[in-house]
């Protein structure tokens, strides 16, 4: 089973064609309008029709639910998809059953100004939240824009590497470091390009997941994704396979 993540950098309604050539299984895609935002429009209903299988969370703005940018997961339409309704005041996580098999959370963090919790902050306290519920789960993977990386901690226990040791303590590891052997904060491969610009790259999208679950991980390409005359964005996608 393929599955992409993708941070699409908005509009994804006119750039799904762009992932959906690699023909993968399911597909994490932050930064995505919410689909039905325009199902009454007649031009977008082939892309509807193809996300058709899919769950999407959003982020409220003075009690207003934000349409323009939230969380989607999407999947061939043969595939189960069950919300587990791991809700919480943190943002933007959204967890999914697939096929009874395993469980798939989708990650954006944000800058939660409500709760005085910068990104990375986010993610660890959602993981505290449902760490029982994460220790229950055989097989489960997160994988998202996390808008994190070692280089900016800061040794005060809310960053980067207390994450990566917390899913470390649940049994999930970061798969592009098991398969690349690269050290956290040294990775030679970008997942992120701040501004667009080559000269700027970051690696702050992860796959974490049960061991022996995910076989390979591959990772798009700037030329593609960041710079090309249109569609683009300052992110490329995590491409990557379990075994059923």
Excluded at 106 to 122: A, F, P, S
Excluded at 216 to 224: P, Q, V
Aim: net charge positive.
């Amino acid at each position: 089973m393929k599955i992409i993540s993708w941070n699409c950098n908005r509009a994804f309604r006119n750039k799904y064609k762009k992932v959906l050539k690699y023909n993968a299984d399911i597909y994490i895609i932050s930064e995505a309008e919410r689909p039905e935002k325009y199902a009454h429009q007649s031009k977008y209903k082939e892309y509807l029709d193809i996300i058709s299988n899919h769950y999407w969370i959003g982020s409220y703005k003075d009690g207003k639910l934000y349409e323009d940018k939230g969380l989607l997961i999407f999947a061939k339409k043969d595939i189960a998809l069950k919300n587990n309704f791991w809700n919480s005041k943190h943002e933007l996580f959204l967890s999914i059953n697939v096929n009874n098999y395993f469980d798939l959370v989708g990650v954006w963090t944000q800058n939660n100004t409500k709760l005085n919790l910068y990104y990375v902050e986010e993610m660890i306290a959602y993981l505290r939240i449902f760490e029982e519920k994460i220790k229950k789960s055989e097989k489960i993977i997160f994988c998202g824009d996390f808008n994190s990386n070692k280089i900016w901690d800061k040794n005060n226990g809310k960053g980067h590497m207390d994450m990566v040791k917390l899913f470390n303590s649940m049994n999930l590891k970061s798969i592009y470091h098991e398969l690349s052997q690269e050290e956290e904060g040294k990775e030679s491969v970008p997942t992120f390009y701040q501004y667009f610009h080559k000269d700027k790259p970051y690696h702050i999208d992860y796959v974490f997941s049960t061991p022996n679950l995910v076989k390979t991980l591959s990772i798009g390409s700037y030329e593609e994704f960041v710079g090309c005359e249109n569609m683009k964005s300052d992110h490329v996608p995590l491409i990557f396979e379990i075994k059923l």
